[in-house]
């Protein structure tokens, strides 16, 4: 393969429809170094920025990329069309409220005492 087959133009769409990229990325990448890349390059005025690599998913074809593949591995077949650049679907995962964690912690401490009585 020559050098342009093994770069990838890709672009990210964030939940409100704005993109950061297209910016082209080798074959060799993985899917975490692009949510690394994604975090730096977060737009600063929106709100819900991700914090970190995991609260970061991408989606590309309807897939949910894992971090330890590559951007070569998840390569869908239109990639190959010269010029073509791939949208990738970013979603961020809100991080817990911690009154949410408080009630979850609670539940699992509550425990339920049964006491059967025969008469």
């Not at 672009?11 to 080798?26: A, C, E, N, V």
């Not at 993985?30 to 998913?57: F, G, H, R, Y």
């Not at 961020?92 to 009585?117: D, G, S, T, W, Y």
């Amino acid at each position: 393969m020559t050098g342009q087959q093994d770069q990838l133009e890709i672009k990210f769409r964030l939940i409100d429809g704005t993109d950061i990229g297209p910016r082209s990325y080798p074959a060799a990448t993985s899917i975490a170094t692009l949510k690394e890349n994604i975090l730096s390059q977060w737009p600063k005025d929106k709100q819900d920025a991700p914090k970190t690599v995991k609260d970061v998913k991408l989606i590309s074809a309807g897939m949910i990329l894992d971090n330890s593949r590559t951007v070569g591995d998840c390569r869908s077949p239109l990639c190959d069309v010269p010029g073509g650049v791939t949208t990738m679907h970013v979603v961020v995962q809100p991080p817990p409220i911690e009154n949410e964690k408080k009630q979850a912690n609670q539940l699992k401490q509550n425990k339920c005492n049964l006491q059967v009585r025969e008469f």
